[in-house]
């Protein structure tokens, strides 16, 4: 069955540490999406991505970046950690039509100490 | 620009009642609309969906209508279970493909 893993599940990193979370994904979607989720904001757009070599910003995007340089992967980097980025992070796809169902990850819960 | 507003929880019912979870949303043209749920520990899973006007959206006893002239999509069910304890998200896509707009989320408990 087609699936979409994120990796590491739980990380813990210190202040100014570079971070790179994983997704990876079976279904074949163009679409790429990473959110995070926060107490009282629900979840909020990172960055995305439409296809190979197409990265856009999201609503929360300063100290974040991402690259897309196969279909199936969509790694987010934090630059440098801050303790303000400590949240749980999901990663979603979807196919690129009107109605489209996004599948999303298991999230990976990011401690900054 | 666009954006979703769902009631605040938590909503706290016994096992059997009548559940409603009310979302508006304010978005140019015509969007499509979601309901998705995330048990504890888990990433989100789509409940139900509907892409046009007066749409029902249905799944798992759970039910939401696509109003266009009051702007809603309030999700509802007839008898909950102690297993729809979860927490719930409106959300909307403005155009085909694009990333989702989410609500707060309202977290749901019910008792037996």
């Known amino acids: 069955d087609a699936e979409i893993t994120q990796s590491p599940r739980h990380k813990i990193t210190e202040t100014g540490r570079q971070v790179t979370l994983a997704c990876h994904q079976t279904w074949n979607h163009n679409n790429m999406f990473w959110y995070r989720q926060d107490l009282g904001h629900g979840l909020r757009l990172i960055h995305y991505?439409?296809?190979?070599?197409?990265?856009n910003k999201g609503e929360v995007s300063d100290g974040y970046s991402v690259s897309r340089s196969n279909t199936e992967d969509l790694p987010l980097t934090l630059e440098s950690a801050a303790s303000s980025q400590t949240s749980v992070y999901f990663c979603a796809s979807s196919e690129g039509t009107r109605g489209n169902i996004q599948y999303f990850g298991a999230g990976t819960r990011l401690s900054v100490l | 620009g666009n954006s979703v507003t769902q009631m605040e929880g938590p909503v706290t019912l016994s096992e059997e009642a009548f559940l409603t979870i009310n979302c508006t949303y304010t978005a140019t043209g015509y969007p499509s609309l979601f309901w998705y749920v995330q048990y504890p520990g888990e990433g989100l899973q789509l409940l139900l969906k509907?892409?046009?006007?007066?749409d029902k959206g249905s799944n798992k006893g759970f039910e939401a209508t696509y109003r266009k002239e009051t702007t809603s999509f309030h999700l509802e069910k007839g008898s909950v279970q102690v297993s729809d304890s979860a927490v719930y998200f409106c959300a909307l896509s403005g155009q085909a493909g694009t990333a989702l707009i989410f609500g707060k989320g309202t977290t749901l408990s019910v008792s037996s």
């Open positions: 509907a892409t046009k006007a007066d």
């Open positions: 991505s439409y296809g190979v070599q197409d990265t």
